[in-house]
């Protein structure tokens, strides 16, 4: 079985861009979520699709958005990039249960200037 | 709401020796708990998790984890560690009917030789 796999795995870009992630998820996954990493910290929550809907969101403004496509592959949408951006993206796949885990993708690393 | 304290934010142990990661959740419904593993410039990977039955939780690379409700703790343990256990680790907790996980801060673990 295929992983969790993201794209790309860094990016630069300048204050005030727009920026899009992409996660393909484990196959047999109906369920993603993102997460933000700062530089020495655990992952926060951003928000989770279910069947193509939010159904999760954690404390994130509206600049961040996103979509869940119907082979369950995901997009992360920051607009107005400010540089506490700066982080490591991680997209998190699973099964739409509660006793199940999560599978996490490597990352995309975004640099924020 | 959930949250989870990794007591430790670092733990320096020479090889062969063992070693005694700490995790604290709190949570006023039922949870499951998981330890995540970080290697630098990687995504997560998942060493072990409890959802249910025996509170003696055994993972991958000969890490095991104890569930103690009366403490509320998740503590990870391995009784050898080697210089390829040198990593960032986190604790994690799912709980009630939340869609998320939430992370502690982390634990960096270095073996020495």
């Known amino acids: 079985e295929t992983g969790v796999t993201q794209s790309p795995t860094h990016l630069i870009k300048t204050r005030g861009q727009q920026v899009t992630l992409r996660c393909s998820s484990q196959s047999g996954h109906n369920t993603v979520s993102w997460y933000q990493q700062a530089l020495g910290q655990g992952p926060q929550f951003i928000f989770q699709y279910y069947r193509e809907e939010e159904n999760g969101r954690g404390n994130f403004p509206p600049r961040f958005s996103g979509l869940q496509f119907p082979n369950y592959s995901s997009e992360l949408n920051v607009n107005a990039l400010e540089l506490d951006d700066s982080a490591l993206y991680l997209c998190?796949?699973?099964?739409?249960?509660?006793?199940?885990?999560?599978?996490f993708g490597s990352g995309t690393r975004l640099t924020v200037v | 709401a959930q949250s989870v304290t990794q007591l430790d934010s670092q733990v320096p142990v020479f090889e062969e020796a063992p070693v005694e990661l700490r995790c604290n959740y709190s949570?006023?419904?039922?949870?499951?708990l998981f330890w995540y593993v970080q290697y630098p410039n990687q995504g997560l990977q998942l060493l072990l998790k409890?959802?249910?039955?025996?509170?003696l939780v055994k993972g991958i690379n000969g890490f095991e984890a104890e569930f103690n409700k009366s403490q509320t703790s998740f503590h990870l343990r391995k009784p050898s560690v080697h210089i390829s256990d040198t990593a960032e680790y986190f604790c994690?907790?799912?709980?009630?009917?939340?869609?998320?996980?939430?992370f502690g801060s982390g634990t960096q673990l270095t073996v020495l030789p």
């Open positions: 994690a907790v799912r709980s009630g009917s939340a869609r998320q996980l939430t």
């Open positions: 998190a796949s699973s099964l739409d249960r509660i006793n199940y885990g999560y599978t």
């Open positions: 409890y959802l249910s039955g025996s509170t």
């Open positions: 949570s006023s419904v039922s949870v499951y």
